[in-house]
């Protein structure tokens, strides 16, 4: 029985904001995946490869950590 009531997830969806948060999600994913790369010693080249992220990006991720 429906009360008329939305959901968080409900307003999300029907605001468009699910799928930004979506791909904030994916981004900061593969931000952790690069950071982690980069921890084990992975070069740049490999790190953009195995996380889909740009060079620039890496680069930037690899002088924080």
Request: charged share 30%; hydrophobic share 35%; aromatic share 6%.
């Amino acid at each position: 029985m429906d009360n008329g009531t939305m959901t968080i997830e409900d307003v999300l969806i029907e605001s468009g904001w699910a799928a930004k948060f979506e791909v904030r999600g994916e981004v900061n994913g593969k931000r952790k995946v690069a950071k982690n790369l980069v921890k084990n010693g992975f070069d740049l080249e490999q790190v953009v490869k195995f996380s889909g992220l740009d060079t620039e990006t890496v680069r930037e991720l690899s002088q924080e950590t």
